[in-house]
């Protein structure tokens, strides 16, 4: 199968975050997707296949199947229209649902579904984990942790081992508003429970980060980073049951996987 990494939320290589595209004619069976997956050591690996004019799209960690990846889906995108289509539009049959994404220039708009949090309240263990004090906990498909500074987030110590004993949720968002003009808001990913330690840029956070921002800053669009140590600038929009999350990509490898 053809075989690409692209860094996906990045206007330049070695930032953003790498995603494996995996370009298939048929399904193999879901250990060797693992296995792939798992060889490839990426936070995610995309496994996409074409029926009629639309694709059915999967994302694995080096551990697990997972429900809905940005990241990779953008880079996807990135790499079915540099390489396999002419149009500016794809269609992905997922596991969350229809997903499209639009290119815009050297943006990549993906159309997500919106995933916003609830309040609750703040895990013991969660604090013990970090090294900045919580001032509100919420849960979607994540937990979202807010936190009152853009350095706290940046300067951030965390317990992996400590996170790994909270299953009630699929990983962790820190975020906190940014204190920087050209950005709304900062975030930190943790998802030890599925092979990811950190994840340097995360499209499916921004599902739930999206409209908890749009409702704190009474805005709609809005331009987030990531604070890893690669970095990722995610453009966003609330669209209400819908949000829009856009990006750059950069191809760093292509090749073929023998199986």
Known sequence: MKYFIVDAFADELFKGNP????????????????????ENNLAETAFVLKRNNEYELRWFTPE???????????????????FFE???????HTQSGLLTVAQRDELFEMDFPSRPPKKTEIDPIAQEAISAPIKEAFIARDMLLLLEKEEQIRD??????????????FAFIVTAPSSHKEYDFVSRFFAPNAGINEDPVTGSSHSTLIPFWAERLNKNKLTAKQLSKRGGTLYCENKGGRVKIAGKAKLYLEGEIKI
């Open 156 to 169: 951030l110590k965390v317990n992996i081992e400590k996170l790994k004993v909270i299953t009630e949720c």
């Open 64 to 82: 697990t199947e997972i429900d809905l990846c940005g990241h990779a889906t953008l880079a996807t995108a990135f790499i079915l229209t540099s």
């Open 19 to 38: 995603a494996g595209v995996c370009v298939l004619d048929k399904w193999p069976d879901n250990d060797v997707l693992q296995n792939i997956a798992a």
């Open 86 to 92: 002419s149009g500016d539009k794809i269609s992905f």
